[in-house]
């Protein structure tokens, strides 16, 4: 036999199997898949949908959380912004500019200090002017330190009411609604979930 007759053999076999699978399929299979996929599409969005709330959700208390723990590193920039609060009294400019630029490289490892960054970088962008407007620049300069000094206080005071309230709700939901956060999975999670995506599923309604 000849290497095309083989292959023609072979065709017509795999036609005959196509169509004793294309008999075991139901009568009612088109109508059930289009049911399933109006399913599907629902339950898919549902838990998209649940989990950007939740996510979210876990995602602000962390945030949070870590904008407090970080009070000690604002709090360590107070001399330099006294510093800088004294240099613009005394229109030291070329000082003030040399502060800002090492409060710049300081906050930038903060978290939630974006606010006084931009208040910084007004009063840079105003002592940098070559028309220099002093009331503006005091004015500016005011704004930011008012700025710093909130920042500080509320983290300060959050620290010591607020974190150890939050570390207890944060143990409460870190395992369920703040699971899919977490840094890693604990081993007895990573086996449950192992197990749970190990059980067969009936998927011949997807195609």
Not at 130 to 154: C, G, P, Q, R, T
Request: with cysteine; aromatic share 8%.
């Amino acid at each position: 036999m000849s290497e095309k007759n083989k292959i023609e053999l072979k065709i017509e076999d795999y036609k005959l199997e196509i169509e004793e699978i294309t008999k075991q399929i139901p009568e009612n299979w088109l109508s059930k898949n289009k049911e399933f996929e109006i399913i599907l599409k629902a339950k898919n969005t549902r838990t998209k949908r649940y989990r950007k709330n939740v996510d979210q959700a876990y995602d602000n208390l962390d945030q949070i959380a870590m904008f407090i723990k970080e009070h000690e590193k604002l709090n360590e920039l107070s001399s330099e912004i006294n510093n800088l609060k004294k240099n613009i009294v005394k229109e030291d400019y070329e000082h003030s500019i040399s502060i800002i630029d090492s409060l710049f490289e300081k906050i930038g490892e903060i978290s939630g200090t974006e606010e006084f960054a931009n208040r910084l970088d007004d009063l840079y962008s105003l002592i940098d002017s070559e028309e220099k407007d002093i009331n503006k620049i005091s004015e500016a300069n005011s704004e930011a330190i008012i700025l710093f000094d909130k920042e500080v206080k509320w983290r300060k005071d959050a620290a010591k009411n607020l974190m150890p309230e939050l570390e207890k709700y944060n143990l409460v939901i870190k395992d369920n609604i703040g699971l899919r956060l977490q840094s890693r999975l604990t081993k007895d999670q990573a086996k449950f979930v192992a197990k749970c995506n190990s059980i067969h599923r009936d998927i011949s309604l997807n195609f």
